[in-house]
């Protein structure tokens, strides 16, 4: 089994910066896919990014190109979400995920989904 542990939540005001963290640990499984995902209170959960194994292949969300980054330390098993020019519609609860998916933008695609992290935007 996997174990993904989110951090760096919190609560910034519109035009900050946040950087997420996600952990894996347990069994390990290379040359998977790692994403994030957020779900707004009241809205479906959404893809935002995603990577592949090798770090060189990306995806994003319309909402967020230009604004995040997703990145990863595979030594640390270990994935990131630099977030810049935060604005209140980023408030969310924004999950981790890992698997293998076809497509990366695909939610039901992945295997193993963290707790959350809880980030709030103020104006």
């Known amino acids: 089994q996997v174990q993904l542990v989110e951090s760096g939540g919190g609560l910034v005001q519109a035009g900050d910066s946040l950087r997420l963290s996600c952990t894996a640990s347990?069994?390990?499984?290379?040359?998977?896919?790692m994403g994030w995902f957020r779900q707004a209170p009241g809205k479906e959960r959404e893809f935002v990014a995603a990577?592949?194994?090798?770090?060189?292949?990306?995806y994003y969300a319309d909402s967020v190109k230009g604004r995040f980054t997703i990145s990863r330390d595979n030594a640390k098993n270990t994935v990131y979400l630099q977030m810049n020019s935060l604005k209140q519609e980023d408030t969310a609860v924004y999950y981790c995920?890992?698997?293998?998916?076809?497509?990366?933008?695909?939610?039901?695609?992945?295997?193993?989904w963290g707790q959350g992290t809880q980030v709030t935007v103020s104006s």
């Open positions: 347990g069994r390990t499984f290379s040359g998977n896919v």
């Open positions: 990577i592949r194994w090798s770090g060189i292949t990306t």
């Open positions: 995920a890992a698997g293998y998916p076809r497509n990366a933008q695909t939610i039901r695609e992945y295997v193993y």
